[in-house]
C-alpha cells in the first residue's frame, strides 16, 4: 500500500476542509485513514431489435443507447479521533468524461442525456459525509450510498448513484445488526445533482401517481440477525413519504453438505401498500437456491407478484430487492410469475485465479399488455470477468457483461458492457 507524503497529503487537504483535527494526538484519524482512487472505464452498447426502435416517450424511435466514458471514483475514509465518541469524515470525489455518446444515442446512463446535442464533456460532484463512532454504533450524516433490503444505490455505471441523509448503524450485540437511514435527496448515476425521490412507475406494474411524483422523504428501520452460524434472518421497513410504505423480510440458510459442497437458500418477501398519493398494492415473493461445488454454481429462482400493481421502490435506477432484477428487467409486473436458472464457475478451482464466468436465463408470463391480453418477457445475462494476479497489470479488472432481452410489450434490448477498472490504494 502506497503511504507517500502526497498520497497522505491530497487526502487530509480534503478531510480538512470538513473537519479540524483538534491536535496531533488524534493518531488514529490519521493512521486508520484510507483512500483510494479507481479508475473506471465504460463502454455501453444497447440496441433497441423492436421495429421502430425505442418506445419511450423521451427518445421515440431511438434505434441504440451507446456511450464511452472515463470515471474517476477518489475515496477517502478517515478514522476517528480519541475519545469515548469518536469522530471522523468520509469524501466521495466523482469525474466522469465523456469519450465518445450524445445526440441520438442517448439513455445509456453513463451520462447526463438531458443535454441531448449539448451532451457536456465532463460531470462531476464532491460528497461529503461527518461520522461520529460510539462502541460498535455508527452514525453518519452526508452523502451516502446505502444496500438493504429498503433500498439499494446502484453502481453499476459509470459512476454510483448517492443520496443525501443520515444512517446510522448499531452491532452492539453479536450477531444483530440494527439499521435505521433518512434521506432527502437523490443524486443519480448519470447526474451531479442532488434532486427529490420519485416512485418507479414503469413498465407493465399499473402503478399510477396522483399529483406530482416527487417525494424529499425517505426513512427506513430495520436490521439482521445470525440466528445460527447457517441462518441469517433479516427484516426492514420502509417508507417514500406520500407513495409507498413497505415491510421486507429475507431469510438466507447455508447447508455445507460436504467438502467444497454447499446450498444456499435465499427467500425473500415484501408487502407495499400507498401512502396516499398511489395506488400501489403489491406482495412480492421470491426463492432462489444454489447449489455449489468446487467452483461449480447451479441457481434456480423464482419470483411472484400478487395484489393490484407490480413492487414499488425509489425510482432512478435504484437497485430492487428481488431475486429476478438483473442486468435490464426487474420482472415485477402486476401479477408476473418469473423463473431463473443460473450457472457460475469460478475458473480458480482449475488453477486459473481472477477468471470467473456466469449466465443466466430468465422468463416471465401472466401479466397483462395495454390491450388486456397476457405479457410474456425473457431475458439472457452472459458475464465473463477477468482480474490480472501479477505483473505490471496486477488487480486490473476486465470484465464484458452481455444481454439479451424480449418481450411482447415494450423494447426488445440487445446490449454489452465492456468495463475496464483499476483501484489505486492512496492510504
Known sequence: ????????????????????????????????????????????????????????????????????????????????????????VDALGLLGVKLDGGAGRTGSGLLPDSYDEQTPDDYSSLGLAAKAKVSETVLKVGTLQFKNPAIGTSDSRLLPQTMQGAQIVSKEIAGLTLDAGYANRI???????????SLNSGGRRGIAVSGVNESDDFRFLGGSYQ??????????????????????????????????????????????????NSNVDNKALGAMVTYSISGHSFG????????????????GATDPFLVNYVQINDFANADEKSWQARYDFNFASIGIPGLTFMTRYLSGDNFDRADGTEGKEWERDMDIGYTFQE????????????????????????????????TIPLM
Open 1 to 88: 500500500m502506497l503511504k507517500t507524503p502526497i498520497a497522505r497529503g491530497v487526502a487530509l487537504a480534503t478531510l480538512g476542509a470538513t473537519l479540524a483535527i483538534p491536535t496531533l494526538a488524534q493518531a488514529a484519524f490519521i493512521e486508520d485513514t484510507k483512500a483510494s482512487l479507481e479508475l473506471r472505464n465504460f463502454y455501453f452498447n444497447r440496441d433497441y431489435r423492436n421495429e421502430g426502435g425505442n418506445t419511450a416517450a423521451t427518445a421515440a424511435g431511438q434505434s441504440k443507447s451507446e456511450a464511452w466514458a472515463q470515471g474517476f471514483l477518489l475515496r477517502i475514509e478517515s478514522g476517528y479521533t480519541e475519545g469515548t465518541v469518536g469522530f471522523g
Open 391 to 422: 505483473g505490471a497489470l496486477k488487480n486490473l479488472n476486465v470484465k464484458w457483461r452481455n444481454a439479451t432481452a424480449r418481450n411482447n410489450y415494450g423494447n426488445d434490448i440487445d446490449e454489452n458492457r465492456l468495463i475496464v477498472s483499476y
Open 300 to 315: 434456480l429462482g423464482y419470483q411472484k407478484m400478487s395484489g393490484d400493481t407490480g413492487f414499488a421502490y425509489v425510482g
Open 187 to 197: 443524486n443519480h448515476r448519470d447526474s451531479s445533482n442532488n434532486e427529490a425521490m
Open 227 to 276: 440466528v445460527t452460524k447457517d441462518l441469517t434472518a433479516t427484516y426492514y421497513y420502509s417508507n417514500l413519504e406520500d407513495l409507498y410504505k413497505q415491510h421486507s423480510y429475507n431469510l438466507v440458510h447455508v447447508l455445507p453438505i460436504g467438502d467444497g459442497q454447499s446450498l444456499k437458500t435465499d427467500l425473500r418477501y415484501a408487502r407495499s401498500k400507498d401512502d396516499g
